[in-house]
């Protein structure tokens, strides 16, 4: 836990970024893969050439991109373990970031700062990630993705309760609500309420947890923060894979290989949309992976969400852009200069 000093260096006013994201969150340390300045009116209007419908476009790409792995996801672990998965996924995904790995230097990867807070959010990723694909074996596509659409409200209130980061009436209201839409969305019941619905919870409340430590190590590389969670991963699924491997055919091989390569692909094309327009514009194009999860979800696998998920993650949405949205409010407030 950061000591009170910490917290207060923590606050919203010393960070310009909203928290709220739903993206990968080892992007919004403020360093990504190729290591440029995100676009932004007042901080950086000359660095990078803007293109607003360009951002828009690859958002929306890599949503999908993303959205498309947790199909394939969903398809492989029906006849792979997690561990495997996981194995030749960060495999795939290390071997792809080699050259940027070999630009940074060893030392940069294995010796970064507060390296024991480092390995705890490897923990943590590598037990959320797990969760969700085994989840994800049991749950239509749409209803896993519709309570990690929570992850930005859960974030709010982490933040209050382990970074000291006050939250104004609107936004706790917001969050409220927002924790209505779970409870709406996942019917609960001693009849509906699964244990795979349980375990998506529990990895949407540890992939928010990611986000609040990334925020805390938000002074180290985001390369030294994916090469550490994919590292993860890769043990994890040395430990496990070979109690269940089954051999995987060709196809399969390049499907499990696929997950690393279009993960790793759809982080940088989220990093590009963050340098061609301001995030403002581009983040809440990020709920439309529910669109995406109905109509693959539909379409692959038959699954079409009733009332309740609908209902649910509409009320998700709209709590998590008005949190969005309150927050780059109270971020511009905050760097206006005194007159």
Not at 157 to 181: H, N, S, Y
Not at 273 to 285: D, F, G, Q, R
Request: charged share 10%; net charge neutral.
């Amino acid at each position: 836990m950061p000591s009170s000093a910490e917290k207060s260096d923590l606050s919203p006013q010393n960070s310009q970024k909203p928290h709220t994201a739903l993206i990968e969150p080892s992007f919004g340390t403020g360093e990504d893969l190729e290591g440029l300045p995100e676009a932004s009116d007042e901080n950086h209007p000359n660095l990078v050439g803007q293109n607003i419908p360009m951002g828009i476009a690859l958002m929306i790409l890599a949503i999908f991109m993303y959205v498309a792995n947790d199909v394939m996801g969903k398809w492989l672990v029906s006849t792979y373990s997690v561990g495997q998965v996981l194995l030749i996924r960060s495999l795939a995904g290390l071997a792809l970031l080699a050259p940027s790995f070999y630009r940074e230097g060893w030392r940069t990867l294995l010796m970064p700062p507060n390296w024991r807070m480092n390995l705890v959010r490897v923990a943590i990723t590598t037990a959320e990630v797990s969760s969700f694909y085994w989840a994800v074996a049991y749950m239509p596509l749409a209803d896993l993705v519709t309570i990690y659409m929570a992850a930005p409200i859960f974030v709010t209130a982490l933040a209050w309760a382990f970074l000291g980061e006050k939250i104004d009436a609107p936004r706790a209201i917001a969050v409220l609500i927002g924790f209505g839409g779970v409870v709406l969305a996942m019917r609960p019941s001693s009849a509906s309420l699964s244990l795979p619905a349980l375990v998506a919870i529990a990895g949407c409340l540890a992939f928010s947890m990611i986000m609040i430590i990334t925020r805390y190590l938000r002074g180290t590389k985001g390369i030294v923060l994916v090469g550490w969670q994919a590292g993860g991963a890769l043990i994890f699924g040395l430990v496990t894979a070979p109690t269940h491997w089954v051999p995987p055919t060709p196809t399969d091989f390049a499907l499990l290989a696929l997950l690393g390569v279009i993960s790793t692909i759809a982080h940088i094309a989220v990093n590009r949309s963050l340098k061609l327009a301001p995030a403002s514009i581009v983040m809440p194009y990020q709920y439309s992976q529910i669109i995406w999860a109905v109509v693959l979800g539909f379409l692959i696998f038959g699954d079409w969400p009733d009332m309740a998920i609908l209902s649910g993650s509409g009320i998700i949405i709209a709590a998590g852009l008005f949190i969005f949205y309150r927050e780059q409010a109270q971020a511009k407030k905050l760097t206006v200069p005194a007159s």
